[in-house]
């Protein structure tokens, strides 16, 4: 076989493979994936470590989602966390008073891995060495950018620069052996001067270095179809937050501060208690290329309750 057949077969058996492989996972009952936000249940894990772990596991959890600061974050990231967490009422800790080693051993023992890890802009500019170290340790293939700091998104410029940014960040991600993907809260959404923000972000950042987690509430919050968009950037998004909604809601505003996520807190409720079509926003997802699938109930009261109403409930889909 000359050279060029022999490399023209061996990216066809490649491109199969990867077909096959999204057609199976297309394929695998969600239960079997089904991860945990932990934003959902900070204090319980300030407060009972070990058993909250044990708890999530008799659910049927398989997977759970941390979020910094960590002690490798930069101090501007702990100092922006301070100022929020009194209004949230824990402390903040990324590991929950933990070591990664120590966080990554209460996972494992009890069946439980960790693919993603949130943390934010300052870090992922500057501390990407640690941050890194700490995802090669926990076994998390991505670290994930909750959100876009006020200050650098006041117009399409700014997202203009962002996109660059993401893309560097990306690079520096990709060298470390890990990925860099972006979670969108509710901004973003709204045209601007006939422009969608988030379309600039998605058209000018490389498929290769910037991945995507969808939030479905903050995007409905903030009036976008997350089916629309799955098929729309069909490959780009790799995670989800799935979170179900007491009645239709959106922002007072364009979602872009934390104060109008907080007031709709209270609209987030376990799935198949609300008002979204989870069905129809599930298969989307899981049919343009979603891998990992997080319930998601910030801070919700009697987690023990509500997290397992949402498991239960998303085992019959």
Known sequence: MKRRQFLQSTALFSVATLLNANEMFAKTPLVNILGLGLFSIPKMLENNFDSTFAMLAEMGYKEVECFGPYEFSTEKAKASWNSVTPRLGFK??????NTASGFFKAAKSNGISIPSMHTDFDTLSNNMGPLAEAAH???AKYV?????????RKNLDDYKRVAEKFNSIGAEAKKEGIR???????????KVNGVMPLDIIFDQTDPSLVYFEMDIYWTIAGGADPVELFKKHKGRYK?????????????SGDGGDVSQRISLYPYITSCGEGVLDLPKILTAAKQNGVEHFFVEQDMVQTPEIALKKSIDYLKTL
Do not use: C, T, W
């Open 92 to 97: 903040g800790s990324g590991f929950f008073n």
């Open 137 to 139: 340790l926990i076994g």
């Open 144 to 152: 994930v950018l909750p959100s876009i700091p006020d200050i650098e």
């Open 180 to 190: 860099f993907a972006y979670h969108n809260h509710g901004y973003g959404l709204n």
């Open 239 to 251: 995670m989800m937050h799935i979170k179900d909604m007491k009645e239709a809601k959106r922002f």
